[in-house]
């Protein structure tokens, strides 16, 4: 699937609203969103078209790699991303190929990055929602959080916070889970995949 070089990339962060989720494992993507968010050099305004906060900016270095974007994080509930995520891609419309969301991943180990295109959801509910609404041709960068220890429900593992042994490295692995998102926009997939699939 080729993508438009003139039409914007809509990138998504995946999370949870409001403070009590700010710091959960299912956030992560609300995270990398932020730093990109930072890199921009802009602050996250509430959309007037869909349920989301917003920001539009540039990436990539001047000249034909430059890249208009939407940087965007619903602010629906997880389970309820499909609704927000249409009516931004209809409003600056972006083709489906043009759109990233970075979200947790259960069955990576933690802080691994994987990026593709297209897919299931592997009962990512966000993802879930997202396919339900457009299909599932657009991009993913999955942020590894490994599986839950012991006997823990899924659902109480990806809604704690990051341990305190993970805080110490997470940092880094958001800082390269943008770097990715950066370089998918750019760079395109494979080559974005031969940098950070590993």
Same mark, same amino acid.
């Given at each position: 699937?080729?993508?438009? =070089? ?5 990138? $998504?962060?995946? &999370?949870?609203? *409001? +403070?009590?989720?700010? @710091? !959960? #494992?299912?956030? %992560? ?17 509430? =959309? ?5 906060? $917003?920001?539009? &900016?540039?990436? *990539? +270095?001047?000249?034909? @790699? !430059? #890249?208009?974007? %939407? ?40 802080? %691994? ?40 429900? %899924? ?44």
């Amino acid at each position: 699937m080729t993508t438009d =070089a003139n039409a914007p990339w809509l990138i $998504v962060g995946l &999370g949870n609203p *409001g +403070p009590g989720f700010a @710091a !959960n #494992r299912h956030n %992560v993507g609300f995270m990398v969103a932020d730093l990109l968010a930072e890199r921009i050099g802009g602050s996250f305004k509430r =959309a007037q078209k869909a349920q989301a906060q $917003v920001i539009e &900016g540039r990436i *990539g +270095p001047p000249g034909p @790699a !430059n #890249r208009r974007v %939407v940087l965007a994080k619903p602010a629906s509930y997880m389970n309820l991303s499909g609704g927000p995520v249409t009516g931004l891609r209809d409003f600056y419309k972006v083709p489906t190929a043009n759109i990233v969301a970075i979200h947790d991943e259960l069955d990576i180990d933690y802080g %691994v990055l994987r990026l593709k295109l297209g897919g299931g959801d592997n009962g990512h509910n966000g993802l879930k929602s997202m396919t339900k609404a457009m299909g599932p041709d657009y991009h993913r960068v999955r942020f590894g959080i490994g599986r839950p220890p012991g006997r823990m429900q %899924v659902a109480n593992f990806v809604l704690k916070d990051f341990s305190s042994a993970e805080r110490k490295e997470l940092g880094y692995f958001v800082d390269r889970a943008a770097d990715a998102v950066e370089a998918l926009v750019i760079e395109g997939l494979e080559r974005a995949q031969s940098t950070y699939n590993s």
